[in-house]
């Protein structure tokens, strides 16, 4: 079984405990309109993978977006909080196929929801998720934060200060935050530094406002990365500029872009 490596390359690290945000929309693919894509869950597999492999402790939070999203039932006429329980389920589905991948790699996993399910998985006991990331076991949180009116980022950002993460990484598919979409407007530039208080003055929406608030009062640091460009969860382990930093730093300045 795959575990952590020896203790050099461990603390070599930049970070060593990390909560990785998932999107689950993102594992739509380019061409679903639900489920989930293999190759972007291979991909999930494979960084995940050499995370590990590099000593890193990696906690999971997925999203439910490629089955259901609370909100937008919610706007077609179902009852929220109804509609948001169905999206938490949503996120179970995708950390139980998440939870097989990675086993068929031989790494080992636990499964924790927020929503008790004995039978698939644990109920989320944060000294226990603790001490299977210490043995190198790769921790999925699953069921968002059991709570309805909250996002997945929201649980990134709650289990990631629960665990003391190092860092939340928010995998996505772009390459970090930038000052316009990327996907609609070929001019958007990349900002390499961001303060965080600068990120809700912009309203940059890297995550939702409860999420950022979180993170802000305890000044948990964000990377927003490129998931699907292969390596790229391991170069920012060990310390490389990848994506959108966000920190709470004082003394630096508020923004820092990529030069051109
Ligand atoms: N959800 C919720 N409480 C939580 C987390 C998630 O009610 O703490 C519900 C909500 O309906 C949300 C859905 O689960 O729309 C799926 O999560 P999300 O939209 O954050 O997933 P992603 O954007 O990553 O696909």
């Given at each position: 079984?795959?575990?952590?490596?020896?203790?050099?390359?461990?603390?070599?690290?930049?970070?060593?405990?990390?909560l990785?945000?998932?999107?689950?929309?993102?594992?739509?693919?380019?061409?679903?309109?639900?489920?989930?894509?293999?190759?972007?869950?291979?991909?999930?597999?494979e960084e995940?993978?050499?995370?590990?492999?590099?000593?890193?402790?990696?906690?999971?939070?997925?999203?439910?977006?490629?089955?259901?999203?609370?909100?937008?039932?919610?706007?077609?006429?179902?009852?929220?909080?109804?509609?948001?329980?169905?999206?938490?389920?949503?996120?179970?589905?995708?950390?139980?196929?998440?939870?097989?991948?990675?086993?068929?790699?031989?790494?080992?996993?636990?499964?924790?929801?927020?929503?008790?399910?004995?039978?698939?998985?644990?109920?989320?006991?944060?000294?226990?998720?603790?001490?299977?990331?210490?043995?190198?076991?790769?921790?999925?949180?699953?069921?968002?934060?059991g709570?309805?009116?909250?996002?997945?980022?929201?649980?990134?950002?709650?289990r990631?200060?629960?665990?003391?993460?190092?860092?939340?990484?928010?995998?996505?598919?772009?390459?970090?935050?930038?000052t316009?979409?990327?996907?609609?407007?070929?001019?958007?530039?990349?900002?390499?530094?961001?303060?965080?208080?600068?990120?809700?003055?912009?309203?940059?929406?890297?995550?939702?406002?409860?999420?950022?608030?979180?993170?802000?009062?305890?000044?948990?640091?964000?990377?927003?990365?490129?998931?699907?460009?292969?390596?790229?969860?391991?170069?920012?382990?060990?310390?490389?500029?990848?994506?959108?930093?966000?920190?709470?730093?004082?003394?630096?300045?508020?923004?820092e872009?990529?030069p051109?």
């Amino acid at each position: 079984m795959s575990g952590p490596s020896d203790d050099t390359s461990a603390s070599s690290l930049e970070y060593k405990r990390v909560l990785l945000k998932l999107s689950g929309e993102a594992l739509l693919g380019a061409s679903r309109e639900f489920g989930i894509d293999e190759t972007v869950l291979q991909n999930y597999v494979e960084e995940v993978r050499t995370a590990v492999e590099c000593g890193a402790e990696v906690a999971i939070v997925i999203g439910g977006g490629n089955i259901f999203r609370g909100v937008e039932h919610a706007m077609e006429g179902m009852t929220r909080a109804h509609a948001d329980y169905m999206g938490m389920l949503a996120t179970m589905i995708n950390g139980m196929a998440l939870q097989d991948a990675l086993e068929q790699v031989d790494l080992v996993t636990r499964l924790q929801s927020s929503i008790k399910m004995e039978e698939i998985a644990e109920p989320f006991i944060r000294r226990r998720a603790i001490r299977h990331l210490e043995k190198g076991r790769v921790v999925i949180f699953g069921a968002g934060t059991g709570n309805p009116y909250f996002t997945t980022d929201t649980a990134a950002a709650l289990r990631g200060l629960e665990i003391g993460a190092d860092v939340i990484l928010k995998g996505t598919r772009v390459d970090g935050i930038f000052t316009a979409d990327p996907e609609e407007d070929d001019s958007a530039e990349r900002f390499e530094r961001i303060h965080g208080d600068e990120v809700l003055r912009r309203d940059l929406r890297v995550m939702d406002m409860t999420a950022l608030t979180l993170c802000q009062e305890s000044e948990m640091p964000i990377i927003v990365f490129n998931m699907a460009a292969s390596g790229n969860l391991r170069r920012l382990l060990e310390g490389e500029t990848v994506g959108t930093h966000v920190h709470w730093d004082e003394a630096e300045s508020p923004v820092e872009r990529v030069p051109a």
